[in-house]
């Protein structure tokens, strides 16, 4: 956010902790330090009656309004769905404002449904949902959930949730590229409306499951552990999870990736206890800290749980690192938020 506030420099960002009760203020100037947010209004909500009544954004996407404050956007893409893409959808609408121009219609990052494509090979597309990666000319490049990708013109796609009209007109279809799209957008796309995909995995590209020989000769690097949280037993529990992703790490097996899910669940399970038992992000439903992390339990878990799925379960390298690196991401940008309010209160 900082980044943007030099990069548009007429338009000014708003990053508000909404905690609703009196731990807001450090939590802001906490996050202010991490994120450096010198160039930014950073601001707090310490009570709950001063809450606002739509739910939480952050990395569930950000609320976008014109000079006139009208609003543009009142949710854009959430980073927890389509990661890097998010951030696109976010600065398509930023440069078009900044440049007194029009907001795109449809923005890289947006949620489409395909529909009245009348050509032989298109019509069997019409329904399938997809994710806006980008414009090339006219059409609007769509990624499907299948990992195709499809040129298509504006007519034939609606936001889902619009109610917008169906009309006709052929689709270029481009070569299925599976999930070696570089874009971040390729693979799985919502089977319904983007904000209600409960995985936190809509968009995502598939992770890389197909075992290379020579990455088995590759020297593996093991994780040496995760910062303290102050609190002895989720450290514990943290040390049992590194334990069990060094194992995962080095032999690949379902059985050492059975390992992992069954610890992350149960120590998930524990912390959301823990949360709940000492208030942490109490601050009313959607406004709840505790419940973003809640999804973000539920985001690290998906993977895992289709993988664990399938038949052969096999298990590349970069799987079993992407595995490691979500945790220690998980660990740096969440577990460490809860670390103070549960010290303050005594929990063990």
Avoid at 8 to 29: D, H, M, Q, T
């Amino acid at each position: 956010m900082n980044t943007w506030a030099q990069q548009y420099g007429s338009a000014r960002f708003l990053c508000i902790c909404a905690l609703g009760n009196p731990e807001a203020k450090s939590l802001a100037v906490e996050m202010g330090k991490q994120m450096r947010l010198s160039h930014c209004v950073n601001g707090y909500i310490d009570n709950s009656k001063s809450l606002p009544s739509y739910g939480q954004l952050g990395c569930q996407g950000f609320i976008v309004f014109d000079h006139t404050m009208k609003v543009v956007s009142l949710k854009t893409s959430a980073f927890m769905q389509i990661r890097q893409l998010a951030f696109k959808h976010v600065e398509s609408m930023l440069s078009a404002l900044v440049a007194g121009q029009r907001v795109p219609d449809i923005c890289p990052g947006e949620f489409l449904q395909l529909h009245s494509l009348s050509s032989s090979t298109a019509q069997q597309l019409n329904g399938q949902t997809g994710v806006c990666i980008g414009m090339d000319g006219e059409r609007i490049m769509v990624a499907l959930q299948s990992g195709k990708q499809l040129k298509v013109l504006p007519k034939n796609l609606h936001k889902l949730g619009d109610d917008t009209g169906k009309e006709e007109d052929s689709a270029d279809c481009g070569q299925d590229s599976g999930s070696s799209c570089t874009n971040g957008a390729c693979g799985k796309a919502p089977k319904r409306k983007a904000s209600s995909c409960e995985s936190g995995q809509c968009g995502l590209p598939p992770r890389d499951n197909t075992n290379v020989p020579s990455e088995r000769d590759e020297p593996v690097q093991l994780l040496h552990g995760v910062a303290s949280v102050q609190v002895g037993s989720m450290d514990k529990e943290h040390a049992e999870c590194v334990a069990a992703l060094n194992l995962l790490l080095q032999d690949r097996s379902e059985a050492s990736l059975r390992a992992v899910y069954d610890c992350f669940a149960e120590h998930f399970k524990h912390e959301e206890e823990l949360f709940e038992k000492h208030g942490f992000g109490a601050g009313g439903g959607a406004f709840s800290a505790a419940e973003s992390h809640k999804k973000e339990h539920t985001r690290l878990l998906v993977p895992l749980r289709e993988m664990l799925g399938r038949s052969p379960c096999s298990i590349s390298a970069s799987f079993a690192q992407n595995v490691v690196s979500d945790f220690v991401e998980h660990a740096e940008q969440y577990d460490s938020k809860y670390s103070q309010h549960m010290v303050s209160v005594g929990a063990l």
